[in-house]
């Protein structure tokens, strides 16, 4: 009786080390995915504000509107808003999802997924990486002439996913 007792203590005590070693795991991996989704957040740039979006206005050259109702956009990776172009500047009147690694790319036709994206992503043009999710502002490489595009898209170069894109004219 007494042996049966130890091996059922032994069993015990394995089953407890694995299922807190479990815990600690799950915990560390859920921890993980909550700080890659709020850290982006956390350190956003604060965004235009309307008095520089009222100056700005005056070199539009270009509009698109984002949507949330493309193909690939969905409850986390969406984008709304008046998208403008200038010579020198491209900035938004809106929002995007907030995630990681978010970059804004100039593209060679308009496109709605991930997969018409990835075909067309050698002939893009990377502009700049955005740093705020509502009313952000990058500046436009001297290198490209916005005129030669006639869409731009978010991606997400973390997770290789489509954010939104807009028409320009």
Same mark, same amino acid.
């Given at each position: 009786? /007494? @042996?049966?007792?130890?091996?059922?203590?032994?069993?015990?005590? *394995?089953?407890?080390?694995?299922?807190?070693? $479990?815990?600690?795991? @799950?915990?560390?991996?859920?921890?993980?995915?909550?700080?890659?989704?709020?850290?982006?957040?956390?350190?956003?740039?604060?965004?235009?504000?309307? @008095? #520089?979006?009222?100056?700005?206005?005056?070199?539009?050259?270009?509009?698109?509107? =984002?949507? *949330?109702?493309?193909?690939?956009?969905? $409850?986390?990776?969406?984008?709304?808003?008046?998208?403008?172009?200038?010579?020198? /500047? %491209?900035?938004?009147?809106?929002?995007?999802?907030?995630?990681?690694?978010? *970059?804004?790319?100039? %593209?060679?036709? =308009?496109?709605?997924?991930? $997969?018409? =994206?990835?075909?067309?992503?050698?002939?893009?043009?990377?502009? $700049?990486? %955005? /740093? @705020?999710?509502?009313?952000?502002?990058?500046?436009?490489?001297?290198?490209?002439?916005? #005129?030669?595009?006639?869409?731009?898209?978010?991606?997400?170069?973390?997770?290789?996913?489509?954010?939104?894109? #807009?028409?320009?004219?």
């Amino acid at each position: 009786m /007494k @042996a049966l007792f130890q091996n059922l203590l032994g069993f015990a005590k *394995r089953h407890i080390i694995l299922f807190g070693a $479990a815990k600690f795991l @799950a915990g560390l991996v859920i921890g993980f995915g909550l700080g890659v989704y709020f850290l982006p957040i956390l350190t956003a740039e604060k965004g235009l504000d309307e @008095a #520089a979006i009222a100056q700005l206005e005056q070199s539009i050259e270009r509009t698109g509107t =984002f949507t *949330r109702d493309l193909e690939d956009s969905d $409850a986390l990776h969406w984008g709304e808003g008046k998208i403008n172009v200038s010579d020198i /500047k %491209i900035w938004l009147e809106g929002k995007i999802a907030a995630g990681p690694d978010y *970059r804004l790319y100039m %593209i060679p036709k =308009f496109v709605e997924t991930e $997969a018409d =994206f990835l075909a067309i992503k050698a002939q893009s043009v990377e502009v $700049a990486p %955005i /740093k @705020a999710f509502e009313n952000f502002a990058v500046d436009v490489p001297m290198d490209v002439d916005v #005129a030669q595009f006639p869409a731009l898209l978010i991606w997400c170069e973390a997770f290789g996913q489509f954010i939104t894109a #807009a028409k320009l004219s």
